[in-house]
T-cell receptor, first 115, second 117 residues
Framework: AQKITQTQPGMFVQEKEAVTLDCTYD???????LFWYKQPSSGEMIFLIY??????QNATEGRYSLNFQKARKSANLVISASQLGDSAMYFC????????????FGTGTRLQVTL | NAGVMQNPRHLVRRRGQEARLRCSPM?????VYWYRQLPEEGLKFMVY????????ESGMPKERFSAEFPKEGPSILRIQQVVRGDSAAYFC???????????????FGPGTRLTVL
């Protein structure tokens, strides 16, 4: 069975600094995808970034990058130049080829950006 | 192109009543997923549907919960005889195809917050 672990319930970062949110995963499949979502206080789920298990390059989307270490089964999200609007819950999720497309989510990390 | 729509956004029910949650996927999307988020937790998969078919309901509680995605109209998540433990945010997501492990973003709706008194 798949499992996603996010060990940081809460994180603080100063504005304009970079922050890394940890995510480790467990799967027996060779083919899988990893996602990060942002959930602000308003409650909606916002897709941030995707990494495929066969992608050789780490994914990047603007200020977001994914530090993918396949051997360690980790997919950490790096946010550069943090902004106050980045304060939110962040969820790591995984989908593998054998699960009919459903996403398995971690428990999330609450990020607070301070002045 | 409108996003995934869910209604109502907030729903209050008394114990024992029925809750009906609606989800209209994005235009052109024929795959719908329902997830539940309990307070302070991550989202948990409930059910995956295509038009007129339930593909995977491994996350659905065995009793009181049902889901459908008819040929016409929105997908419906139905909770009968609600209990306080059903209080949660229920999210619907849609995708154009079944993604497997390949990139296939699921677009999430804004969620329905169910409160059971």
């Amino acid at each position: 069975a798949q499992k996603i672990t996010q060990t940081q319930p809460g994180m603080f970062v100063q504005e304009k600094e970079a922050v890394t949110l940890d995510c480790t995963y467990d799967t027996s499949d060779q083919s899988y995808g990893l996602f990060w979502y942002k959930q602000p206080s308003s409650g909606e789920m916002i897709f941030l970034i995707y990494q495929g298990s066969y992608d050789e390059q780490n994914a990047t989307e603007g200020r977001y990058s994914l530090n993918f270490q396949k051997a360690r089964k980790s997919a950490n999200l790096v946010i550069s130049a943090s902004q106050l609007g980045d304060s939110a819950m962040y969820f790591c999720a995984m989908r593998d080829a054998g699960t009919a497309s459903k996403l398995t989510f971690g428990t999330g990390t609450r990020l607070q950006v301070t002045l | 192109n409108a996003g995934v729509m869910q209604n109502p956004r907030h729903l209050v029910r008394r114990r024992g009543q029925e809750a009906r949650l609606r989800c209209s996927p994005m235009k052109g999307h024929s795959h719908v997923y329902w997830y539940r988020q309990l307070p302070e937790e991550g989202l948990k998969f409930m059910v995956y549907l295509q038009k007129e078919n339930i593909i995977d309901e491994s996350g659905m509680p065995k009793e009181r919960f049902s889901a459908e995605f008819p040929k016409e109209g929105p997908s419906i998540l139905r909770i009968q005889q609600v209990v306080r433990g059903d209080s949660a945010a229920y999210f619907c997501a849609s995708s154009p195809i079944s993604g497997g492990a390949s990139y296939n973003e699921q677009f999430f709706g804004p969620g329905t917050r169910l409160t059971v008194l």
